[in-house]
């Protein structure tokens, strides 16, 4: 199992924590990603009050398991395959009813993860994930400490460490702490209004992150100097100044509404 980089969550009351915190509605779906041996699917299924899951695992071997154990339960899908290969055509089935995605997550996928929900158009109402601690308090990092992955998420997402686990509450136990984090998906984040205007929008807004951190040592001026050549740097300090943000700061000093002003006018 090692070899897919998991460690099973036996802690049953973090377990518990993550569903509650999903807080699921009959009508939607849930989407568990690594599902494993089925803990966390019992007690979606058990407090989700109905709720359709569908659960996606990479291991084969465990994917049948799964299907054994669960074959009598109409409401749950066991689907084998690599989530990061199918989550986003899994997802891209238009007009599909609401869902949120919910599981303990191998950490050395979490940025890819992130990174495919992020460019989803119909985005899922609420994230409830295990995820590496030290990356938990990267996602929700503020000014001065702001960086590349909480400003790419925190765009789309309202981030918030629910409780910090220790190794011993995992099978194998890794060798850092985990965090549940949830993600609450904001308003402009849910696909709503202007299709086309808000994928533009996301366009800029992330081609924006992309520059401002390339080298986060450097001053805002100095990445956006390098980021294109479109205008000058006195064109640039004067937009800048205008939007009321010192050329001469770094980016771990943007919050993200300054991040989406300098998407909107420079980008």
Known sequence: MQKLGQHFLKNKSALRLMVDALDLKPDETAIEIGPGHGELTDIV??????????????????????????????????????????????????????????GNIPYYIT?????????????????????????????????????????SVQFWAEPKILKVLPAADFNPPPKVESAIIRLETRERGRGSGDEGAGTRDRGRYYAAVRTLFAQPRKTILNNLRVGDGKE?????????QKLGIDPGARPQDLAIENIIAIANALF
Request: hydrophobic share 40%; net charge positive; with cysteine.
């Open 232 to 240: 000058s740097g006195e064109e640039k300090v004067f937009k800048l």
């Open 45 to 102: 299924r058990d407090r989700g009050q109905g709720t359709w899951i569908r659960a996606i695992e990479k291991d084969r071997i465990l994917a049948e398991r799964l299907k054994e154990k669960f074959k009598n339960d109409s409401r749950i899908e066991i689907i084998p395959g690599d989530i990061l290969e199918i989550l986003d055509p899994f997802l891209s089935t238009p007009n599909r009813a609401p869902f949120k995605l919910v």
């Open 111 to 151: 940025g890819h993860l992130l990174r495919i929900i992020s460019e989803f158009e119909n985005k899922p109402a609420r994230c409830v994930f295990t995820i590496q601690k030290e990356v938990a308090e990267r996602i929700i990092a503020t000014p001065p400490h702001m960086n590349r992955l909480a400003a």
